[in-house]
């Protein structure tokens, strides 16, 4: 069954990035539910991501957040950011902060960064640009792109370092 699963899966993608057969995005996305109803967990994580996209399928908030949760229930970071994106997207901050950090719980680096913008701004938080700068020196050594440009911005505007 689960080798079943992983199969799908792996075909979703082909079918997603035409990779050795025609792209067929509403293809990708059947193989990928398919897959996603034999519980094999990065094809649940997708179908999040194709709802949210659109992508074979009419966008869905609704059932994109409902599989993010779903792919978050059996611990995956990466749905946890989703649903932190998705509702700091809805101005929903204090709900991101919640998935934010228990992304970054699970080891999440880019969930550090989303974190660190919290703070900045004062998004669902008392506002502390320390702590923000913090935040986003630690996602950047952790190689987020976003972090490290974040940093570029800031050396500029204070005229010096950041980064370390």
């Known amino acids: 069954m689960a080798d079943q699963g992983v199969y799908l899966y792996n075909?979703?993608?082909?079918?997603?990035?035409?990779?050795?057969?025609?792209?067929?995005?509403?293809?990708?996305?059947?193989l990928n539910a398919d897959s996603a109803k034999l519980g094999y967990g990065d094809a649940v994580l997708a179908m999040g991501w194709f709802?949210?996209?659109g992508t074979g399928v009419p966008r869905d908030l609704e059932l994109a957040r409902k599989w993010y949760k779903k792919s978050a229930?059996?611990?995956d970071p990466r749905a946890m950011f989703?649903?932190?994106q998705m509702t700091y997207d809805a101005r929903d901050f204090a709900d991101a902060l919640?998935?934010?950090n228990r992304a970054i719980e699970k080891g999440h680096a880019r969930s550090v960064f989303?974190?660190?913008?919290?703070?900045?701004?004062?998004?669902?938080?008392?506002?502390?640009?320390?702590?923000?700068?913090g935040l986003f020196?630690?996602?950047?050594?952790k190689k987020v792109p976003e972090a490290q440009r974040a940093l570029t911005w800031l050396a500029r505007r204070r005229g010096g370092p950041t980064r370390g």
């Open 11 to 30: 075909r979703s993608l082909e079918f997603l990035t035409g990779e050795g057969v025609a792209k067929d995005e509403e293809q990708a996305f059947r």
């Open 114 to 133: 989303w974190l660190g913008k919290l703070y900045w701004h004062g998004r669902g938080v008392v506002q502390d640009k320390k702590r923000a700068s």
């Open 137 to 141: 020196r630690n996602a950047a050594r």
């Open 51 to 53: 709802y949210l996209n």
């Open 82 to 84: 989703s649903l932190g």
């Open 73 to 75: 229930r059996k611990g």
């Open 98 to 100: 919640l998935w934010f």
